[in-house]
């Protein structure tokens, strides 16, 4: 295993420091947690997410103005406790509730909702968005249901948007619940991640495989294949997530997300033959992004997705300017 770090028990505390080392005008840490929270404190309803590190930039790199009120990490791929999302609740908290937004992982949403009780017995009215975008596979490891994987990154933005503007809480977990229904992704690996403290990839592929469907976290996929020009990969993942909508979309966002270890001179081609395939489809792009959003360590692979953007609102609110680390 070849690394850039120290000690692997101390790569997430190390991690912490470097962030809010790097970026003391947007972000700090709360004493003695594993939160990072936004400098500004903006009368607003609070916005939380987190979950298990390893998928960065997410969530701390969203977190600032017209995004993320703070994140909260835990080890990698695990959930974050209970009593360290509280401490990021009551960090986002300015009196207007709390929002919770959560990816569909049994030990997050065990978590997430233990923290959310915790809060509301201290008078912080709070609510939960779940992301469940993955259309790969249901019930795969460590989910009941689908996965909440890249797309959770456009519900941070809209509801980001959202919030800044004057939203209450429950009109934001109503916009959250109609988003997450709108975003739709798919993902493929070429290479397994290597977790620091176990020091070998989560699993195998054979030098001329990939695996379709494969979660952020290394969990399995559909399908297994021989490695595909891009055209070819587009095409299949292009044909899934449009089959996934009751009604093909007309207007969509696009999210291309590196898992770690793909150069962006792959993921520039990948969206290139992606945007052939919609315009054949007919159906308008409003919106595009590309790079690393949420990412699986050090996978090599991408994730696709989409979001229906027939709401003109969300499209603003996926242009409008934030002060964050990463978007």
Do not use: C
Not at 23 to 43: E, G
Not at 47 to 69: I, N, T
């Amino acid at each position: 295993m070849k690394k850039i770090i120290n000690e692997p028990k101390d790569i997430i505390e190390e991690m912490l420091s470097g962030i809010v080392a790097s970026y003391p005008t947007l972000v700090h840490r709360v004493a003695d947690s594993r939160v990072i929270a936004r400098n500004s404190s903006l009368t607003q309803v609070g916005l939380v997410s987190g979950g298990g590190s390893g998928h960065e930039p997410a969530h701390a790199g969203f977190v600032g103005d017209g995004m993320l009120s703070a994140a909260v990490l835990g080890d990698v791929f695990t959930s974050p406790t209970p009593d360290q999302i509280e401490i990021a609740i009551e960090e986002a908290d300015q009196g207007q509730g709390v929002l919770l937004i959560v990816k569909n992982y049994t030990g997050d949403i065990l978590n997430f909702e233990m923290a959310k009780d915790l809060a509301e017995m201290n008078e912080i009215a709070t609510e939960i968005v779940v992301v469940d975008d993955d259309i790969a596979v249901e019930d795969s490891t460590y989910t009941a249901g689908k996965r909440g994987v890249a797309g959770t990154i456009l519900v941070h933005k809209i509801l980001g948007n959202a919030a800044k503007h004057g939203a209450s809480l429950t009109e934001l977990k109503a916009l959250g619940d109609r988003v997450v229904a709108a975003t739709k992704t798919i993902g493929v690996a070429l290479k397994a991640a290597t977790v620091p403290e176990v020091g070998k990839p989560g699993f195998s592929l054979a030098e001329d495989e990939i695996e379709f469907g494969v979660g952020i976290h290394g969990e399995p996929g559909y399908r297994k294949e021989h490695l595909q020009p891009s055209k070819a990969l587009a095409q299949e993942m292009v044909t899934k997530l449009l089959a996934s909508y009751e009604e093909k979309p007309q207007t969509i966002g696009v999210l291309v997300n590196g898992m770690g270890g793909t150069p962006l001179m792959e993921q520039f081609v990948f969206i290139n033959d992606v945007l052939h395939l919609l315009a054949e489809e007919n159906i308008s792009v409003s919106f595009h992004k590309v790079g690393n959003y949420m990412t699986s360590i050090d996978m090599q692979g991408l994730s696709l997705t989409f979001i229906d953007l027939a709401d003109q609102t969300w499209q603003h609110a996926l242009t409008h300017h934030v002060s964050t680390i990463s978007w």
